[in-house]
């Protein structure tokens, strides 16, 4: 169903939200590339090398725009290709849900919700049940893909998961999965979420090596 939203107050701030979060026209196909199988790795014969290329492969996602908007290097969330800040301004506040009053929740709500009667290139607002910033220390804005690498692995840094806890997280988590179903006229990351998960998981069993960084 479509919903129009009126330009007033508060709803008037979360269109400026979709508006800055519009990544692209709207005739931006939905496929932004594709990522290679994990079994295509098995032709590298060294076991660190295969585990470094199945990481750099994955991270195509990871170091997506779609991906490090939401793993910002200072308080405020990231929009668009251009990875600007958020407008309106807000800010991570408690468990990366906004400031009292201006919370996530506040005009981003379970789905994409979709907008009409405004620019042509603005089709909805993004949505998601679990709509938030990840936690400060698990920022990968401004690091090399080396960098975030070894984030993942430590639990310190990657929100206490084990490694296998860690495959879960990429190849099943729904608000992960948004960045594959970002809504029309977004880019949405390369591959589908099986295939990253596939690609994790690889990396995981061959030793977790990650790139220099």
Known sequence: MKITLLI??????????????????????????????????QSIPETRARSVALFEEAGKV?????????HPATERPLQGMSMHPHQPPVFRGDAGMGLVGMQ????????????????????????NPAWHLAPIEMAWEGKTLGQICEQLKDPKRNGEKTMAEM???????????????????????????????????????????????
Request: aromatic share 4%; net charge negative; with cysteine.
């Open 8 to 41: 007033t107050g508060i709803v008037a701030n979360c269109l400026i939200v979709g508006a800055g979060i519009q990544l692209a026209p709207a005739s931006v196909a939905q496929n932004a590339g594709s990522l290679r199988p994990a079994e295509s790795f």
């Open 62 to 70: 990871i170091q997506h725009p779609r991906c490090v908007n939401c």
């Open 167 to 213: 495959v879960e997280h990429m190849a099943h988590d729904e608000l992960v999965g948004w960045g594959w179903q970002p809504g029309e006229g977004r880019e949405p990351v390369p591959g589908t979420q099986d295939e990253f998960g596939k690609l994790i998981q690889a990396w995981v069993d061959t030793g977790a090596a990650c790139p220099s960084p």
């Open 104 to 127: 996530c929740n506040t005009c981003h709500s379970e789905q994409n919700t979709p907008v009409v009667g405004q620019a042509d290139t603005l089709k909805s607002i993004p949505g």
